[in-house]
């Protein structure tokens, strides 16, 4: 697994296992505001969104995060 951390960022590719976690974060005021089209309203659309993200890994095609 590829994983670049310091003491305020983690960056790392997704798992099934971080729907609630990405469903929490973008329940943020500041996340909801700055980007809004990251904001899941439920742990079930976090899920379906890492899927897809998930499923684009090692093709040339985006979405890249």
């Given at each position: 697994m ?17 729907a609630q976690v ?7 005021e500041d996340?909801?505001?700055?980007v809004?089209?990251?904001v ?8 379906e ?5 998930m ?10 995060v």
């Amino acid at each position: 697994m590829f994983k670049i951390e310091t003491d305020r960022l983690m960056i790392t590719e997704f798992t099934p296992d971080m729907a609630q976690v990405v469903h929490e974060d973008s329940l943020d005021e500041d996340n909801r505001r700055f980007v809004p089209d990251e904001v899941f309203e439920t742990v079930e659309d976090a899920s379906e969104t890492i899927e897809f993200l998930m499923s684009r890994y090692g093709g040339c095609e985006g979405p890249f995060v």
